[in-house]
């Protein structure tokens, strides 16, 4: 059914990828105060002076809109468990993608920008994509709950 407490936490997958794909995920202050380095799911933006480097980063923006694709597409499978259950896999493999690239791109290439002591700042865009795994974990389980339910009432019938 598509009551369960499982879709909540798909439909939940998705409002974070959303906001994830909409809002910032890291910026950094430079040495001097115009400076700033943004982190978007589409693009890495390093402003040095007048002159501002851009890198796309679409590969990111595609995996996130794949993952809230894919979680909005598992909700409506909820007859087969475990079609629910392969889709959360691949959320959760695609999930962990993501963040490696957001923190390889984060304390790795940002390290190189300003000072290298400061982090910088994470921003809502990275939280949603924490929030994300962990609701994919809780949707995991109880999908999983859920079909044991039904194996044990089949034995007893």
Known sequence: MIQRVQTIFLFLI???MGIALTNPIWEKA??????MAHFTALRYVQQQGITTFETPTWYLALLIALVGLSSLYAIFQYKNRLTQTAM?????????SIMGIVLYRTLYVGKEYGNSADQGTFLPGFYAIIAALVFNALANRFIRRD???????????
């Open 88 to 96: 959360c896999a691949a959320n959760a493999l695609m999930l962990t």
């Open 14 to 16: 998705t409002v974070a």
């Open 147 to 157: 079909e044991k339910l039904v194996r044990g009432s089949d034995r007893l019938r």
């Open 30 to 35: 430079g040495v001097q105060s115009p400076e």
